[in-house]
């Protein structure tokens, strides 16, 4: 399983719950998050989408820890079986 499937099956999920996962480019800035997940009631998150197997890298692992310092809430997905439960916690259900 590639990574782009598993990026393709979590947008797909969040816009059907209602939310938005667009790609989040940060020129300058590297090591940031594939996406930047939107949902109503101001629910905000970025996630980091791998291939099955793989972690993030040191860079990557910074940039987390800056966003969570900062109050963020950060998630890697290397598996489709996480989706939902991440999709939850960020505030997927929420309506």
Known sequence: MRERFIERKFVEAVKKKGGFA??????????MPDRIVLFSIGKI???E?????????????????QLEELGFSVYC?????????VIKEIGGDAR
């Open 22 to 31: 667009p790609k989040f480019v940060s020129p300058g800035l590297d090591g």
């Open 45 to 47: 998150a970025f996630v």
């Open 49 to 65: 989408l791998k291939a099955p197997g793989e972690t993030m890298r040191p860079l990557q692992v910074r940039r987390k820890r």
């Open 77 to 85: 997905v290397d598996d489709i079986s996480q989706i939902d439960n």
